[in-house]
T-cell receptor, first 114, second 112 residues
Framework: DAMVIQNPRYQVTQFGKPVTLSCSQT?????MYWYQQKSSQAPKLLFH???????NEADTPDNFQSRRPNTSFCFLDIRSPGLGDAAMYLC?????????????FGEGSRLTVL | SQQGEEDPQALSIQEGENATMNCSYK?????LQWYRQNSGRGLVHLIL?????REKHSGRLRVTLDTSKKSSSLLITASRAADTASYFC????????????FGTGTRLQVTL
């Protein structure tokens, strides 16, 4: 059974049109992450939540926002997508952070910007 | 960049051969983790090795860690076509409790 579920799997948007990607988890994990992965590159951490505490990476553009309304759900909002934002967006969870254990990933949401 | 480097970037072997991938990182770590990613899919955790461990095994996987050289290796023995995927190392840096930073990855192709 899928434990980290991302929707949609594929999203096509127009330049500048806002997009929201969602992630839900059935693991009751404390930490949720959003990574951006461009073609043939390493996943790059955008931000993460430890419970309700939001942690933004210093180089994450302001165009990217996130919400975590409850333990199970986390959203990635891209306010004005540019061509350079086309990528796979990966959601992951961990019980207590990467220093104590593994991350569990969803299947990803692939974003295309026209 | 705090990203780790992996070597080689791409590796092509025949079924039954062993595959070795190397990973280097830059700072002190809590642990180092290896993940696998099939094309267009999410990442799947393979193995975690803590900073006070030197070697770990899981099935056909063997991971080593040398903290003095800031390097790790992943060995896949008796490879199968189904092992074809990208493999990433990732480190949890000391002082950054929740974060995991990924290396550049090795693309493994196993042919029949």
């Amino acid at each position: 059974d899928a434990m980290v579920i991302q929707n949609p799997r594929y999203q096509v948007t127009q330049f500048g049109k806002p997009v929201t990607l969602s992630c839900s988890q059935t693991l009751n994990h404390n930490v949720m992450y959003w990574y951006q992965q461009k073609s043939s590159q390493a996943p790059k951490l955008l931000f993460h939540y430890y419970d309700k505490d939001f942690n933004n990476e210093a180089d994450t553009p302001d165009n990217f926002q996130s919400r975590r309304p409850n333990t199970s759900f986390c959203f990635l909002d891209i306010r004005s997508p540019g061509l350079g934002d086309a990528a796979m967006y990966l959601c992951a969870t961990s019980w207590d952070g990467a220093n104590t254990g593994e991350l569990f990933f969803g299947e990803g949401s692939r974003l295309t910007v026209l | 960049s705090q990203q780790g480097e992996e070597d080689p970037q791409a590796l092509s072997i025949q079924e039954g051969e062993n595959a070795t991938m190397n990973c280097s990182y830059k700072t002190s770590i809590n642990n180092l983790q290896w993940y696998r990613q099939n094309s267009g899919r999410g990442l799947v955790h393979l193995i975690l090795i803590r900073s006070n461990e030197r070697e770990k095994h899981s099935g056909r996987l063997r991971v080593t860690l040398d903290t003095s050289k800031k390097s790790s290796s992943l060995l896949i023995t008796a490879s199968r076509a189904a092992d074809t995927a990208s493999y990433f190392c990732a480190n949890s840096r000391t002082g950054t409790a929740s974060k995991l930073t990924f290396g550049t990855g090795t693309r493994l192709q196993v042919t029949l």
